[in-house]
């Protein structure tokens, strides 16, 4: 199957500061990835659409400014995490579906484990 | 609103046949997909079956859907201990579209020696 990539794996920042995650889509071109997000022993939850070259679509409850996403190109799509706290801790996942099987499959990024302290 | 359910928790002996099961409330879904996670680690789709499937085998891995019932399930045959992981069912409207995925709460597959 395709390949995302996500980076980095895991991370610990300081209170306050912004984290970067990247998703890579690394054999094919994604014009829409998502976002979501995943605390301990429960399911994903969505979090906003990343649309290539416009803006995100965000759930609701999810502050935009806070989660900033910006998706400049068909293979790469950020998730910026501004001011983090520690109640931003969590598993951040990307995926993204291959266009090539006409959206189909929806293949993921493996994850990025953020812990603010 | 959509709704998909799953059981939180299954136990199997190695070699045993697994039966995760999954239900959904939206009848317009398109697509369902298994998908397994393990401990730390992003999401591995297993498999994905049309809605206008009943059944789709691969390998180790039998998904039905029973879309009158809106149930879905998928066997793994021949248990292993690296199947042991959490199981996702999932689904979406439309392939056509950029539509997010809808997933169930997961269950952890627990196989014993």
């Known amino acids: 199957g395709a390949v995302v990539s996500q980076h980095p794996s895991w991370v610990i920042c300081k209170s306050g500061t912004s984290v970067k995650i990247e998703c890579r889509s690394l054999d094919f071109q994604a014009t829409t990835m998502f976002w979501y997000r995943q605390f301990p022993k429960q399911s994903l939850m969505l979090m906003a659409t990343?649309?290539?070259?416009?803006?995100?679509?965000?759930e609701q409850g999810v502050e935009k400014d806070k989660f900033l996403i910006n998706h400049a190109s068909l293979t790469l799509s950020t998730l910026t995490v501004t001011s983090a706290h520690p109640e931003d801790s969590s598993f951040y996942i990307c995926s993204a579906r291959d266009q090539r099987t006409g959206n189909t499959e929806a293949f993921f990024g493996q994850g990025t484990r953020l812990t603010v302290v | 609103g959509e709704d998909v359910e799953q059981s939180l928790f299954l136990s199997v002996r190695e070699g045993d046949s697994s039966v995760i099961n999954c239900t959904y409330t939206d009848s317009s879904s398109t697509y369902l997909y298994w998908y397994k996670q393990e401990p730390g680690a992003g999401l591995q789709l297993l498999t994905y079956?049309?809605?206008?499937?009943d059944m789709k085998q691969d390998q180790r891995l039998t998904v039905l859907l029973n879309k009158k019932d809106k149930h879905l399930s998928l066997r793994i045959a021949d248990t292993q201990t690296g199947d042991s992981a959490i199981y996702f069912c999932a689904e979406t409207f439309s392939s056509g579209s950029a539509r997010q995925l809808t997933f169930g709460s997961g269950t952890q597959l627990t196989v014993l020696p």
């Open positions: 079956i049309f809605s206008n499937m």
């Open positions: 990343s649309n290539e070259g416009s803006k995100a679509t965000y």
